[in-house]
Each structure stands twice: as C-alpha cells, then as structure tokens.
C-alpha cells in the first residue's frame, strides 16, 4: 500500500466520525445530567459501534474477494477496465457538481429524517428561535419542527438504551443500521482497499484501524469528560452547536470528497501521461 492510500483512508475516516452513531449519539450521551455515571457506557457504545461497521466492512471485503474471483484476476483489475474508469469519471463528476448545489437552507438545521441533527440535548431548539428567518420562515419552522421531532425520538431512544441491560448495544445497532444507506465514506473505503490490491487479511488489518481512527474524535471526547466532569460542559455545547449548523452541509460535501476521489481514480487511469491531468503518473 501507498502513502497515498493511506491519505485516502485517512480522511474517509474522519469523515465517518463525524456520523450520528460515531460523534452525534455521544455527544448527546455526554451531555446528558448523569453523564458521570454513564461516561463508561458511552465507552461501550462506541466500541458496539466499531464493531458493528467492522463486521459490514468484513462482509463488503468478503463480497469483493469473491468478486474478484469470479472475474479472474481479481477485483482490482475490475477497476482497470475502461468503461469502468469511464463510469467512475462521470459518476464522480456528477457528484462532485452536485456537492456545489445551494440547499436554500444554509445555516438552518437538516431534519429531514433519523439523521437529522437540529436541538440540544433537552429538545430545545438550537438557536433559540422559532426558525422565521426571512426568505422562507415557513420552510424553515418545518425543518425545526422535524429536527425537534428526530432530536426527540433519539433522547428517548437514548433513555430508554440507559435504563436497560443491554440497551445500549441495541441503541448501537440501531444507529448503525439506519446509516447503512449513506455509507458513501466507508464504501469508498472498501473501494479503496480492495483497488490497492492488497490481502484480505491486509485489507481486514487496515479496516480496523479505520474503524479505530473513525472512533478516536468520540473517543477524545470520553477521556475529556472523564478528565474534566462538568468543566468540559461549555465546550460540548459549542460543538454541538456546531454540528447542528453544519448538518445541512454534511452530506453535500460527503457526496463531494466521495465523487473527488472516484473521478481522480478514474481519470489517473484514463489518462495516466496527459499533461493536462494532475492525477496521472
């Protein structure tokens, strides 16, 4: 494997810990009054957490190899082809494009559904107000409304998970399941291992420590509070601020990153010698 590939990881990484089950959920957790009795079960959480996506990723890999196998050659040499390359330059492009579209919601929160970041951890609303902003008050209270909605599914979710044996590990499983279907980082991953042509056991030894970095920011965050108690308050606060602020934007530029590295595969492959293309060899 390259330093390249690891760059890639990388960021795919910290993209993915930025998620509702790896960073939102814990925040929420460690906001929470009792959070100095609880600090440890958020620990738990996030090690259900890791598991479960390390299981998916074991399952992607597992589907790839044997891939592979039916192609000949292995899966890597799938991504060779060139209407493959092709299909990965226009898909790419095409979401990168997408990535620059103006939600006309900018700075509002995105409630839209399960995912939907918008109220403090009590089910108040973010900013304080009742989302009247000018150009569009009406779009923008029904956004509230549904991100009040979602933030009060999660906190009853959450309570009920602390109040049960086991239900964190649940609450885990939940989150993880209902972000099966914006997985663009972690499948872009997978991607990205099985293109370097690397073992499956390389491949599976890389997967978790991308299931580790993706944890690390929530992991931080556990020690912090362990650390600081109450002191670490203000700052949880302003991060989950931030969060609600930066939730409309989040799948555009998760869409953008994703479709920037399959159109830089995609023309580093087409065009390896042309002058013009920055990706190629």
Not at 21 to 26: E, H, K, N, S, W
Request: proline share 4%; glycine share 18%; with cysteine.
């Amino acid at each position: 494997m390259t330093l390249e590939t690891f760059v890639q990881l990388g960021v795919l990484a910290l993209i993915d810990s930025t998620s509702i089950g790896t960073l939102v959920i814990p925040v929420w957790l460690l906001m929470r009054r009792d959070a100095g009795r609880t600090t440890g079960k958020v620990a738990a959480y996030l090690g259900a957490v890791g598991v479960f996506y390390f299981l998916v990723g074991l399952l992607l890999l597992s589907g790839a190899a044997g891939l592979g196998r039916v192609l000949g050659g292995g899966l890597g040499s799938f991504f060779e082809l060139a209407p493959v390359q092709v299909l990965m330059v226009a898909a790419g492009a095409g979401m990168l494009i997408w990535s620059f579209k103006d939600t006309s919601l900018k700075g509002t929160p995105n409630g839209g559904g399960e995912n939907g970041v918008g109220a403090t951890a009590e089910g108040t609303p973010a900013n304080g107000t009742g989302g009247t902003g000018s150009g569009g008050g009406g779009r923008s209270a029904a956004v509230l409304q549904r991100s009040r909605a979602t933030e009060h599914r999660w906190q009853r979710r959450i309570g009920k998970a602390l109040d049960s044996r086991g239900g964190l590990l649940g609450l885990a499983l939940l989150a993880g399941v209902l972000e099966l279907p914006t997985m663009l980082p972690y499948l872009a991953a997978v991607g990205v291992l099985t293109s370097a042509g690397a073992g499956w056991s390389v491949s599976a030894g890389m997967l978790a420590l991308y299931c580790l970095v993706m944890l690390l920011p929530a992991l931080l965050l556990v020690l912090l509070r362990c650390v600081l108690g109450r002191h670490l308050d203000g700052p949880l606060e302003r991060l989950r601020a931030w969060l609600t602020k930066v939730s409309g934007e989040a799948v555009l530029w998760v869409v953008g990153i994703v479709g920037f590295l399959m159109l830089r595969a995609g023309l580093a492959g087409l065009f390896p010698d042309a002058s013009w293309n920055p990706f190629g060899g």
